[in-house]
């Protein structure tokens, strides 16, 4: 049975922390102007109701000690350490100065037990807080994406199939203690590469893996390789799930040596996280890891949603966007436009944002043709669905297409007109212009507020700039691809937090400052 938060005063604490905490500190204006009961209740189906044995230490007590890890970048060891001997961290949790403190190893159970759907519940409830707040403006939503390294190094073609061999005959061990013993002596090489290898040894490395591959099946079919019920959502890949993912690369592997030059997208790189992916920063600079990709309101600068994907995914496809327009509307966040750059051009995600009745603010991926320049200038009329030359002539005709419509314009009104240069080259007495359906959408979202928006996003760069060089987001620090989305709705929570302290103490009589807890 989870273990409330006590609110009862003690006399000794009281005494204590009045004469040692200081006057002003941010944490004292979280814990004032946050109300974190909501986390019991989001965490209360975790745990079990037996009154059996010890309680756990209330959710809200865990959740605010893992606040204070990600606020100031501690690892696990680090913040308890410091909730057992800091006066203002111990008193910002809710513990008394005689009760027990969590240790390290019940912060992994915590994020362990509630996983990246329990973390996403309690981020949104503080997005919602900040709604309630009347915080979030609703004018502009900014969407982009952060890469985040991956904890795992880069290998060889040779150590990677090694340590893939090794990684699955450890997993065997923990149930097959004898078949791991004769899988080990026969395939495993603890040695490593430290030169770029030849063609043989990759291929030696590859039939080795095969051959293991073989084996394992031969020896475990039809039993299974892990015991019942070890596979789980949000846990580590069992051994079957690792042979499988082996598999996969050693024919990713093949492909690769037949095809030098052939892009993989999809590409294992590591058996230490299995689900980070080379990803690109630019054109010259790669990573490997996950990104997130978040929804900014630019009034308030509070980030509404996060979605953590690998790194080889891409950020501005419509169904990220669909997805990350989704998870706002759930909260009844809209804005009344949004604003991305270019790696968001496309007609599906423009569509896609004026369904939700929102202009869309994104510039073009490529350069306009010399037509496309002609036209940039006439204004969309969104009642009668035509358009308007810049001297304020209709069309004389519309001639709807499949990718868009065809307007046909008279040059008898365009005889006198002095900007007849600027427009598309007449054919006879008509000027035809295609507007396709995406340009169309294009038109309706030319607006004087554009060039404001394209100014304003880029706010959020200074909004992953203090993810990264304040709270460690610049590299995961957990493995696979659940954990790291756990890291990106804790990290969000705390400068979401921060951020609505300080709108709501405007201006704060407090500086914030990295160094030191007091």
């Known amino acids: 049975m989870l273990r409330k938060q006590s609110t009862q005063k003690d006399f000794f604490d009281s005494y204590v922390y009045e004469r040692l905490l200081p006057k002003e500190h941010i944490l004292l204006d979280i814990r004032q102007n946050l109300d974190f009961s909501f986390i019991d209740e989001e965490t209360k189906h975790f745990y079990s109701d037996d009154t059996r044995g010890r309680p756990p230490f209330a959710a809200e007590v865990i959740f605010k000690i893992l606040f204070l890890e990600f606020f100031y970048s501690l690892s696990d060891y680090e913040v308890v350490e410091q909730v057992k001997t800091n006066i203002l961290f111990r008193y910002f949790v809710g513990l008394r100065i005689a009760q027990d403190t969590p240790d390290d190893t019940t912060l992994v159970k915590f994020r362990t037990r509630l996983g990246e759907a329990g973390f996403k519940r309690l981020f949104d ?275 709807k297409q499949e990718q868009g419509s065809l307007y046909i314009f008279s040059t008898r009104q365009c005889r006198n007109c002095p900007n007849i240069r600027n427009c598309p080259t007449p054919n006879g007495d008509r000027i035809r212009v295609f507007v396709s359906n995406d340009y169309r959408l294009k038109l309706m979202d030319e607006i004087p507020d554009k060039l404001d928006a394209f100014i304003k996003r880029k706010g959020i760069e200074r909004k992953f700039g203090e993810v990264k060089k304040w709270h460690g987001l610049a590299r995961a620090r957990y493995r696979q691809r659940w954990r790291v989305a756990i890291q990106s709705f804790m990290t969000f929570s705390v400068v979401n937090i921060k951020r609505i302290v300080t709108l709501l103490s405007f201006p704060p009589a407090y500086a914030l400052c990295k160094a030191g807890f007091g």
């Open 125 to 399: 409830r503080i997005v919602g807080q900040a709604k309630q707040k009347g915080l979030i403006k609703g004018r502009l939503k900014i969407l982009d994406a952060t890469h985040i390294q991956a904890d795992a190094a880069l290998q060889g073609t040779v150590n990677f199939l090694r340590q893939a061999r090794k990684v699955i005959v450890r997993k065997i061990s923990k149930s097959h203690s004898e078949e791991a013993a004769i899988l080990k002596e026969k395939f495993v090489n603890e040695d490593k590469l430290f030169t770029p290898p030849t063609n043989e040894q990759i291929k030696e490395e590859l039939a080795c893996s095969r051959e293991f591959i073989k084996e394992v099946k031969d020896t475990f079919n039809p039993e299974r390789i892990d015991p019942p019920n070890t596979s789980k959502e949000g846990s580590n890949p069992d051994a079957e799930e690792l042979l499988a993912l082996l598999e996969t690369a050693v024919n990713q592997q093949e492909r690769k040596a037949d095809n030098p030059g052939h892009s993989q997208p999809e590409e294992i790189i590591s058996f230490i996280d299995t689900d980070a992916r080379f990803g690109c920063k630019s054109e010259k600079k790669k990573f490997v890891g996950y990104k997130a990709h978040i929804s900014l309101d630019e009034g308030s600068s509070i980030v509404t949603s996060v979605r953590t994907i690998g790194g080889n995914r891409n950020e501005g496809a419509h169904q990220e966007v669909e997805k990350l327009l989704e998870e706002d509307a759930a909260k009844d966040i809209t804005q009344g436009a949004v604003c991305a750059d270019s790696l968001y051009d496309s007609y599906e995600n423009r569509n896609q944002i004026h369904k939700q009745r929102m202009r869309a603010f994104i510039p073009s991926r490529t350069k306009a043709g010399k037509i496309k320049r002609h036209i940039d200038n006439f204004i969309y009329d969104r009642e009668k669905d035509t358009i308007i030359c810049p001297e304020g002539y209709s069309p004389i005709s519309k001639t």
